[in-house]
């Protein structure tokens, strides 16, 4: 559990704001704020010094009446059941926002990847696999990469299960290497869809691109791509950052490729040319258009949201904002893209990836983003619909649409 309260907590709260304005069936409110099924399992394995050690892991199952369960496997040392449920339920939400037919499920084992051998990574995933198989499959949840996992490791697991069953199951799990089913477009689909939704609303708001300027908290997979389809999209980006500090440029936008060459080089963002070095929290203070969190959870607190001083926030990490945050930038008007939202072109492609698989088809990746595109804006186009009828913030409009979708597939089945 974070300092800032149950990550579940806070996405029941969520829930409940929506639901002020929906007043759906008490029962069917029970059935969304409860995981349908939560698995624990203890990991059992050999590292390379012969020793025995185990490990902590869990499989969420938040919701499957809109379709299979769908959600990533993280490996971080932090992870706890309290988030694993916080991210399952984010992923049904999430799902339904865009409309793909898939539930929400998340997983997770206790674990810092950066301690072990590419052997030991591989023994765990596949001592993972030899737990969870009984409960995922293409028609049933589908796994992918989140923080601390990758191609690499989906590769490991797609041979394990496929080994366990006793054939080959490429639509079991999403983000692997493209030679083995992956899509073309994975990689950059949470932040070139992030960057699409972001130019939709600057559209709405008159917010000309080259002159509104962008601060993007991480430069990882979704910072990165978000930073590098907003400047290909004419946008300014003057501060971007990682663990170890950020960097700030006053008069000369930055260019997100040289910048990560920069730091592929030296290890960090800070001391890129004509940039001044100013820590994460400042980053998010900055006296910018647009304030990107894409990096970690419960960023932006009570403590720094009457200080910050964008106009836009867009939501690519998953949590970034605690729900008393929340409260503060909405009084203050400032415009959130909600990560469920704002975050949803990574699960749209990983849908289009599974698609291909089960029917066996590679698309190209032009086809890949002009679909992705399409959903993204038709996405942004009902949040901000239904966020005009109910006169409420983009959060809530988002788990407004949402949960009507899912309650709507929860009585269908039930009647
Ligand atoms: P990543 O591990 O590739 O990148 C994380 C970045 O954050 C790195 O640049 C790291 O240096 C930086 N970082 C770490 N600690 C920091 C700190 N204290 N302050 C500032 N920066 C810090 O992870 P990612 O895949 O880019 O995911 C980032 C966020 O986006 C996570 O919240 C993840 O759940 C969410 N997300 C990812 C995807 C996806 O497709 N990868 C999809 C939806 C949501």
């Given at each position: 559990?974070?300092?800032?309260?149950?990550?579940?907590?806070?996405?029941?709260?969520?829930?409940d704001?929506?639901?002020?304005?929906?007043?759906?069936?008490?029962?069917?409110?029970?059935?969304?704020?409860?995981?349908?099924?939560?698995?624990?399992?203890?990991?059992?394995?050999?590292?390379?010094?012969?020793?025995?050690?185990?490990?902590?892991?869990?499989?969420?199952?938040?919701?499957?009446?809109?379709g299979?369960?769908?959600?990533?496997?993280?490996?971080?040392?932090?992870?706890?059941?309290?988030?694993?449920?916080a991210?399952?339920f984010?992923?049904?939400?999430?799902?339904?926002?865009?409309?793909?037919?898939?539930?929400?499920?998340?997983?997770?084992?206790?674990?810092?990847?950066?301690?072990?051998?590419?052997?030991?990574?591989?023994?765990l995933?596949?001592?993972?696999?030899?737990?969870i198989?009984?409960?995922?499959g293409?028609?049933?949840?589908?796994?992918?990469?989140?923080?601390?996992?990758?191609?690499?490791?989906?590769?490991?697991?797609?041979?394990?299960?496929?080994?366990?069953?006793?054939?080959?199951?490429?639509?079991?799990?999403?983000?692997?290497?493209?030679?083995i089913?992956?899509?073309?477009?994975?990689?950059?689909?949470?932040?070139?869809?992030?960057?699409?939704?972001?130019?939709?609303?600057?559209?709405?708001?008159?917010?000309?691109?080259?002159?509104?300027?962008?601060?993007?908290?991480?430069?990882?997979?979704?910072?990165?791509?978000?930073?590098?389809?907003?400047?290909?999209?004419?946008?300014?980006?003057?501060?971007?950052?990682?663990?170890?500090?950020?960097?700030?440029?006053?008069?000369?936008?930055?260019?997100?490729?040289?910048?990560?060459?920069?730091?592929?080089?030296?290890?960090?963002?800070?001391?890129?040319?004509?940039?001044?070095?100013i820590?994460?929290?400042?980053?998010?203070?900055?006296?910018?258009?647009?304030?990107?969190?894409?990096?970690?959870?419960?960023?932006?607190?009570?403590?720094?949201?009457?200080?910050?001083?964008?106009?836009?926030?867009?939501?690519?990490a998953n949590?970034?904002?605690?729900?008393?945050?929340?409260?503060?930038?909405?009084?203050?008007?400032?415009?959130?893209?909600?990560?469920?939202?704002?975050n949803?072109?990574?699960?749209?492609?990983?849908y289009?990836?599974?698609?291909?698989?089960?029917?066996?088809?590679?698309?190209?990746?032009?086809?890949?983003?002009?679909?992705?595109?399409e959903?993204?804006?038709?996405?942004?186009?009902?949040?901000?619909?239904?966020?005009?009828?109910?006169?409420?913030?983009?959060?809530?409009?988002?788990?407004?649409?949402?949960?009507?979708?899912?309650?709507?597939?929860?009585?269908?089945?039930?009647?």
């Amino acid at each position: 559990m974070s300092k800032v309260g149950s990550a579940f907590q806070n996405a029941l709260k969520q829930l409940d704001l929506a639901n002020n304005y929906l007043k759906i069936d008490q029962a069917i409110l029970k059935i969304i704020r409860k995981p349908q099924k939560t698995l624990k399992f203890l990991l059992k394995f050999k590292m390379d010094n012969g020793k025995i050690r185990i490990f902590r892991s869990y499989r969420v199952q938040h919701d499957n009446s809109r379709g299979p369960y769908k959600g990533g496997l993280r490996f971080h040392p932090n992870v706890s059941l309290d988030e694993v449920k916080a991210l399952a339920f984010w992923m049904s939400f999430k799902c339904a926002v865009v409309d793909i037919p898939f539930g929400g499920a998340k997983g997770g084992i206790i674990v810092n990847p950066k301690k072990l051998s590419l052997a030991e990574l591989e023994g765990l995933t596949r001592a993972y696999v030899g737990k969870i198989y009984p409960y995922i499959g293409p028609k049933k949840d589908i796994p992918a990469p989140d923080v601390g996992t990758n191609p690499q490791i989906m590769k490991w697991f797609l041979d394990e299960y496929s080994r366990i069953r006793g054939k080959l199951s490429p639509a079991s799990i999403t983000g692997k290497p493209i030679e083995i089913g992956g899509s073309e477009g994975r990689e950059i689909a949470t932040g070139f869809g992030g960057a699409i939704v972001l130019k939709e609303l600057t559209k709405k708001l008159k917010l000309i691109p080259d002159k509104t300027t962008i601060a993007i908290q991480g430069l990882g997979n979704v910072g990165y791509h978000a930073a590098s389809s907003l400047d290909k999209m004419g946008f300014k980006i003057v501060a971007l950052s990682d663990s170890k500090g950020a960097i700030f440029s006053q008069d000369k936008k930055l260019n997100p490729e040289e910048v990560l060459k920069y730091k592929k080089q030296t290890g960090s963002v800070l001391g890129f040319a004509q940039t001044k070095k100013i820590s994460n929290q400042d980053l998010l203070e900055l006296p910018v258009d647009v304030l990107v969190p894409a990096a970690l959870e419960n960023q932006i607190t009570k403590e720094n949201a009457p200080k910050i001083k964008a106009k836009v926030i867009l939501e690519l990490a998953n949590g970034p904002t605690t729900p008393e945050a929340d409260q503060i930038l909405a009084q203050r008007k400032i415009e959130v893209i909600p990560d469920i939202l704002a975050n949803a072109g990574g699960v749209t492609v990983s849908y289009f990836e599974w698609l291909q698989n089960l029917k066996n088809e590679h698309w190209t990746l032009n086809r890949v983003l002009e679909k992705l595109k399409e959903k993204m804006t038709k996405a942004f186009e009902e949040v901000d619909c239904f966020a005009q009828e109910y006169q409420v913030n983009y959060r809530t409009a988002a788990y407004i649409l949402a949960t009507k979708r899912i309650a709507e597939a929860i009585k269908i089945r039930g009647e």
